[in-house]
């Protein structure tokens, strides 16, 4: 079955600050991923997500994510980050009939 | 369009009780899936709902069911209430049936239960 692997629980960067949340996964076929965010008693929003092609893939909000099949990895970016930004992300993989693994999330926090 | 919606928002309860959770996914969406989410355990995939049949099923006990309508409305239960119920219960719902591929999945805000 597959899983995800996210190292890092709490991450702060100062605002106007780079951003790279990290993301492990283990699957033993094509890996469908996400990428989502969940601001404080809020459902998950899609930021992007990767089924195949390009492995640089943009989403919303000004976040990337790179995938990276020799590393296991779906690192999510952001070249400059606002307060707004503030939330806890989740990295997903997805295999057929939406059977989803979700990541135990990073929380971010963002430094004035 | 409207996005998924999940009734109640909150809600507490005791030991031993039983509870129905209710989401309505976003219009022209027949998949459905329940999450719990909780601090310890994180996102844990509970089942999910297609042509109100549950097709695929995590790895909790009989008291978590759940149904869906035919208008793919789907409703869940928790049955005999214990404190580690206490969670947020998310609801998800995605456009098409997933076959080979996994199908993106919408979030409704989540119904945080609390069992005292």
């Known amino acids: 079955a597959q899983s995800v692997t996210q190292p890092d629980i709490h991450i702060t960067v100062s605002e106007g600050a780079s951003l790279e949340l990290r993301c492990n996964y283990s699957y033993g076929a094509t890996p469908y991923l996400f990428w989502y965010v969940q601001s404080p008693g809020q459902g998950l929003q899609l930021l992007l997500k990767?089924?195949?092609?390009?492995?640089l893939v943009q989403g919303i909000k000004g976040f990337e994510a790179e995938f990276k099949r020799s590393q296991s990895s779906f690192n999510l970016r952001k070249p400059s980050v606002h307060w707004s930004d503030a939330a806890e992300y989740f990295c997903a993989v997805g295999a057929g009939n939406n059977d989803m693994r979700f990541g135990a999330g990073t929380r971010l926090t963002v430094k004035p | 369009k409207a996005g998924v919606t999940q009734t109640p928002r909150y809600l507490i309860k005791t030991r031993g009780q039983q509870v129905t959770l209710s989401c309505s996914p976003i219009s022209g969406h027949r998949s459905v899936s329940w999450y719990q989410q909780t601090p310890g355990q994180g996102l844990q995939f509970l089942f999910e709902?297609?042509?109100?049949?549950?097709?695929n099923k995590g790895n909790f006990p009989g008291r978590f069911s759940g149904r869906q309508f035919s208008n793919s409305r789907s409703e869940m239960n928790v049955s005999t209430l214990e404190l580690g119920d206490s969670a947020l219960y998310l609801c998800?719902?995605?456009?098409?049936?997933?076959?080979?591929?996994?199908?993106?999945?919408?979030f409704g805000p989540g119904t945080r239960l609390t069992v005292l």
């Open positions: 998800a719902s995605s456009l098409a049936p997933g076959s080979s591929v996994p199908d993106t999945q919408y």
């Open positions: 990767y089924f195949s092609g390009d492995t």
């Open positions: 709902y297609f042509s109100e049949t549950q097709r």
